[in-house]
């Protein structure tokens, strides 16, 4: 038989998609899974495949042309520099096998220290090396996701072809760009997995006002689907419209209001928030959206609380104080549409800010147009909008701030009443919005031109001589105050 094109280490659910993807677009794949049952159940599923299952590492190995490129797609685990997991369980078992220029690539959601540290000692032992976040779930990989490899430019070069093939295609254009060099890749899917979380929180408050203002799951339903023929047209809005339609076979019910709200996550999100705050980089939404995750899973101590606390006396109808009924649905249903626009924007600037703080920290040199372009399809963040911020980066590669973007800016300045209206709604009526509101915290923090930070520097200088500077005084001079001494 003749040697495969491609190997894949992994038969999951991501696994077994992606080698289905790679062998329709006519390569012949080889493929291998720790429990061997598992290989040889899906070589049985999918007869007259180009497909070579291999019952040891040997076998898989050998079955592969050279230069050999074996990705792999196992869970991944490791999140600190001294963690060990599957992915380099993996490593070990494969590099006695392997030749010099051998391509291992790891697919798997790998924190991007961990990808930097595989990246250099694999150099070590002559091979070459790519971490390639790849999105999509398990459609995704079956029918095009978005990939995001980091590694050498010419190892990338050897993976363009295989990789373009498989990619999610809009406009003609393959969703995979070399992302940049070492834990690039999986860096940019760090992020963009923090974006989802944000995107998705948005969403849930939404949805969480018209709950509140008694919209019934079909008219939310219908909102949504509406939505997503506009500007906020995306796959999670797509979704959302969708999954509020289901209807329990069984009960009646929507499936939706079945479910317990109690949000589960991997650990991307939180990953990013850690990067965010050792860069002094701004994220709040996304803070907001995973923090959020996080209060909903104290369901337990929420239930306990709700029984306590108290919040604004009910009135039947959302009100905006004093007995103030707020407007009819369809302005309601305009004007959460407007802050959803607004805060997604402050989401995206917040995402897209980390990545250029960390590509001029990293020198990595990432393009934020192409990164934004191969989000357009494959992934779970895939919108319309993002062409917008394709186009952004296109016309001003040294754009500063995505909220400073005319078309943006025009979207900000446009919304921005609605956007207030509708976190001052949710406040009043105790609806908790911290994605909503901490994305309108941003966006007024960072057009303020005077914030309270010379009162924060007064109390440090009073209790830590901190010193300060003063408006009256050239930039770079610093001084400090004899307080008055405070007694107990
Ligand atoms: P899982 O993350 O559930 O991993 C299961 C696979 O890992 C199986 O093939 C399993 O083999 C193998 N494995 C494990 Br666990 N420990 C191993 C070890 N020590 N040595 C060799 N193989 C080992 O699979 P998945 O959901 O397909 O995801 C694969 C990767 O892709 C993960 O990193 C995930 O985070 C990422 N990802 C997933 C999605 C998604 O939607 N699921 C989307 C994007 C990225 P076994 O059969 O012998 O147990």
Redesign the pocket.
């Known amino acids: 038989m003749s040697k495969s094109d491609f190997g894949l280490y992994?038969?999951?659910?991501?696994?077994q998609n992606l080698v289905l993807n790679v062998e329709s677009r006519g390569f012949q794949v080889s493929v291998y899974?720790?429990?061997t049952s598992?290989t040889d159940d899906f070589i049985a599923a999918h007869p007259g495949k180009k497909l070579v299952g291999a019952h040891t590492v040997e076998d898989f190995v050998q079955s592969l042309a050279r230069p050999r490129k074996i990705h792999i797609?196992?869970?991944?685990t490791a999140v600190k520099d001294t963690d060990r997991d599957?992915v380099d369980?993996?490593i070990e078992q494969l590099i006695p096998l392997l030749d010099e220029d051998d391509i291992i690539i790891d697919?798997?959601?790998s924190f991007y220290q961990a990808t930097e540290r595989r990246d250099a000692y694999l150099a070590t032992k002559g091979l070459r090396f790519i971490g390639a976040g790849?999105?999509g779930?398990?459609e995704g990989a079956r029918k095009g996701p978005s990939i995001m490899p980091g590694g050498p430019a010419s190892t990338w070069e050897v993976m363009k072809p295989i990789f373009e093939s498989i990619a999610a295609k809009v406009d003609g254009e393959p969703c995979v760009i070399h992302i940049g060099p070492g834990g690039a890749g999986h860096y940019v899917k760090m992020i963009h997995n923090g974006i989802e979380y944000g995107d998705m929180q948005l969403i849930c408050e939404a949805y969480n006002i018209f709950k509140h203002a008694g919209f019934t799951t079909d008219e939310m339903a219908a909102i949504f689907n509406e939505w997503n023929d506009g500007e906020l047209q995306s796959y999670l809005i797509q979704i959302t419209g969708k999954a509020l339609e289901q209807i329990d076979p069984e009960t009646g019910h929507s499936v939706v209001e079945l479910i317990v709200d109690k949000a589960g996550q991997k650990g991307t999100g939180q990953w990013t928030l850690l990067n965010a705050a050792e860069n002094a980089v701004v994220i709040s939404t996304i803070n907001a959206a995973v923090e959020a995750r996080i209060l909903s899973s104290k369901k337990k101590e929420r239930v306990l609380a709700s029984k306590e606390l108290r919040g604004p006396a009910p009135t039947g109808a959302l009100t905006m104080g004093d007995g103030i009924t707020p407007w009819p649905k369809e302005i309601l249903v305009q004007k959460v549409h407007d802050a959803l626009y607004a805060s997604k924007i402050i989401s995206y600037a917040q995402g897209l800010d980390l990545i250029k703080t960390m590509s001029g920290k990293k020198n990595w040199d990432l393009d934020l147009g192409r990164i934004a372009a191969i989000w357009r399809g494959g992934c779970i963040i895939r919108a319309r909008f993002l062409n917008f911020i394709t186009d952004a980066y296109r016309s001003n590669p040294g754009l500063g701030n995505l909220m400073l973007d005319p078309y943006f800016k025009n979207i900000l300045n446009g919304n921005q009443q609605s956007w207030r209206e509708v976190v001052s709604l949710a406040m009043l009526n105790g609806i908790p919005v911290p994605a909503f509101s901490a994305s309108l915290g941003y966006y007024d923090s960072y057009r303020a031109e005077r914030l309270p930070a010379n009162l924060l520097q007064a109390q440090r200088d009073f209790f830590g001589a901190h010193t300060y500077e003063r408006v009256d005084k050239p930039e770079g001079e610093f001084f400090h105050t004899d307080w008055p001494e405070v007694i107990g």
Do not use: I
């Open positions: 992994g038969l999951a659910v991501m696994g899974n720790r429990t598992v797609m196992v869970k991944s599957a369980a993996v697919g798997g959601n790849v999105s779930g398990e």
